[in-house]
């Protein structure tokens, strides 16, 4: 098998442990390499249980998630993170130095990684302008740094360990849109053949994604382009119109 970061979800559900309603059903899409999918929903939709499947943070009652044409729960866990980084909803900084956070998955990266990825995050003026640079100690949870740093920090965190595939869960949300779209631009140059995955609430970080799911109590009820939704699906135009 070829590990290019190709994504599928064939007819999956899922229910929490315990919980006997489901929280996703019936889930089936492909994401493939070079591609960007974007999930759109309101709160409590699934879409943070949906990206959590293919790490393996849970796995699916029933149907399959692939990478690569495996299922997931085939694979080594070392063999996932490889090739999956997740950028959580609410990202975790370690008590530390910027630089120690940076190489968490990947320890041997070298200086100019770190700054490369800090760069695509739009991260470098913030880390350059701090007088001990990469040193600077973060304290515990990254409560010394804004909301929008933390994110950014934690998307460079995953660019460092050059994964196939990207899933950013609201990575966005906190950044204004001119920084927002400054990013993804970035990203989109840097990560052109890996495969994106992103959850996100704003129309602009997701319209020019190549294909929109539109999520709603767990089942998917419409999907398309930017365009296509705002003809086709009445759940997508009462999310651009909120
Ligand atoms: C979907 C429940 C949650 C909601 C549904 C993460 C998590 C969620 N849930 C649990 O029972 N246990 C959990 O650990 O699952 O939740 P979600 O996937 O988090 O929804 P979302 O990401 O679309 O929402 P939001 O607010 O991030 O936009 O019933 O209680
Ligand atoms: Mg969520």
Redesign the pocket.
Known sequence: VKKTGHVEFRNVSFA?PG?EAP?LSDISFTAEPGQTVAII??????????L?LLPRLYDAASGEVLLDGVPVTKLDRSEITQRVAMVP?RPYLFSGSIEHNLRFGRPEATDEQLWDALTVAQAADFVREKKNGLGSRIAQGGTNVSGGQRQRLCIARALVTEPKVFLF??SFSALDVATDARLRRALKAKTADATVII?G?RVSTIADADQILV?DN?RIVDRGTHEELLETSSTYQEIVES
């Open positions: 929490y919980a929280v929903g309101s709160t409590g939709a699934g879409k943070t249980s949906l959590a909803q869960d609201d959850v609430q999520l767990g």
